[in-house]
């Protein structure tokens, strides 16, 4: 069974940096395409950014610019590196497989709230 260990939110102010971490546990990582999501309040999930196994990266237009994802397959460890942050950021970021038909089952999360 694959478990996913989210940390790194925090309380920051709008125009601060958070790096965002995730373990994965129970699964060949290097073989699995990563992505980062988030839900606010109120809202559906969203899938912000992306990284294959190759290592290409993709990013959602609101985050472009301001948001880094890498990966470290020695350590089962995707991370988010966020600059630059909004108050339309706060929610609960979540790791998970980037393909939806091999999602695991989810993590606790990390909160990010920004204040403005």
Same mark, same amino acid.
Request: aromatic share 10%.
């Given at each position: 069974?694959?478990? $996913?260990? !989210?940390?790194?939110?925090? &309380?920051?102010?709008? =125009? =601060?940096? $958070?790096?965002?971490?995730?373990?994965?546990?129970?699964?060949?990582?290097?073989?699995? %395409?990563?992505? #980062?999501?988030?839900?606010?309040? =109120?809202?559906?999930? !969203? &899938?912000?950014? @992306? +990284?294959?196994?190759? @290592?290409? /990266?993709?990013? *959602? %237009?609101?985050?472009?610019?301001?948001? /880094?994802?890498?990966? %470290?397959?020695?350590?089962?460890?995707?991370? $988010?590196? +966020?600059?630059?942050?909004?108050? !339309?950021?706060?929610? *609960?970021?979540?790791?998970? !497989? &980037?393909?939806?038909? $091999? #999602? #695991?089952? #989810?993590?606790? @999360?990390?909160? *990010?709230?920004?204040?403005?």
């Amino acid at each position: 069974q694959v478990h $996913l260990v !989210e940390s790194g939110g925090d &309380l920051v102010q709008a =125009g =601060g940096s $958070l790096r965002l971490s995730c373990v994965v546990s129970g699964s060949i990582f290097s073989r699995n %395409d990563m992505g #980062w999501y988030r839900q606010a309040s =109120g809202k559906q999930r !969203e &899938l912000v950014a @992306g +990284i294959t196994i190759r @290592g290409d /990266t993709y990013y *959602v %237009d609101s985050v472009k610019g301001r948001f /880094t994802i890498s990966r %470290d397959n020695a350590k089962n460890t995707v991370s $988010l590196q +966020i600059n630059s942050l909004k108050p !339309e950021d706060t929610a *609960v970021y979540f790791c998970n !497989e &980037l393909r939806r038909s $091999l #999602w #695991w089952d #989810w993590g606790q @999360g990390t909160q *990010v709230t920004v204040s403005s």
